[in-house]
């Protein structure tokens, strides 16, 4: 008789995944590079406090474009404990300056503009992501009657 001999069952491969993220401020691009989901620690250097950031948000994704650039730094995100969430409110872009560019930040997904803060958008992997300063834009008309 012939013996049958199982076979070995094929090893499963798992990866982390991973969102692409620019960061632009004003017409130059800051960094730009592929961001792996996981759980990090932001650590909140005004108030000297660290937090555990366990779900793959778009600020999670920054902090980490952080953790792995030289370019730039988040030199303030506040903390609301109302919202449960953290705003982004200054970048420094240059870590031997001390200009910061602060509040005016947006962000996009996939080429569309989330109508909720950075830290509840929720990634799965795959997004791209783009987060860009701008300076607030004013339009004025010339008269203040209309035609209609």
């Known amino acids: 008789t012939a013996s049958s001999t199982p076979s070995p069952e094929p090893e499963e491969i798992t990866s982390t995944p991973s969102s692409t993220l620019t960061l632009r401020y004003q017409d130059q691009i800051i960094w730009t590079g592929s961001v792996e989901l996981t759980s990090t620690l932001y650590h909140d250097e005004i108030n000297n406090l660290n937090y555990q950031l366990?779900?793959?948000?778009?600020?999670?994704?920054?902090?980490?474009?952080?953790?792995?650039?030289?370019?730039?730094?988040?030199?303030?995100?506040?903390?609301?404990?109302?919202?449960?969430?953290?705003?982004?409110?200054?970048?420094?872009?240059?870590?031997?300056?001390?200009?910061?560019?602060?509040?005016?930040?947006?962000?996009?997904?996939?080429?569309?503009?989330?109508?909720?803060?950075?830290?509840?958008?929720?990634?799965?992997g795959g997004e791209n992501i783009y987060i860009y300063f701008s300076n607030p834009w004013k339009i004025t008309a010339t008269t203040s009657t209309s035609s209609v």
Request: include cysteine; charged fraction near 10%; proline fraction near 3%.
């Open 54 to 124: 366990n779900t793959s948000t778009v600020f999670s994704a920054l902090v980490l474009a952080d953790q792995q650039s030289d370019t730039f730094n988040i030199s303030d995100a506040q903390y609301n404990a109302g919202f449960d969430s953290f705003y982004l409110a200054c970048i420094n872009i240059s870590p031997t300056s001390t200009q910061n560019a602060c509040y005016n930040w947006n962000y996009v997904v996939n080429n569309n503009y989330p109508s909720i803060g950075m830290d509840k958008y929720l990634l799965n």
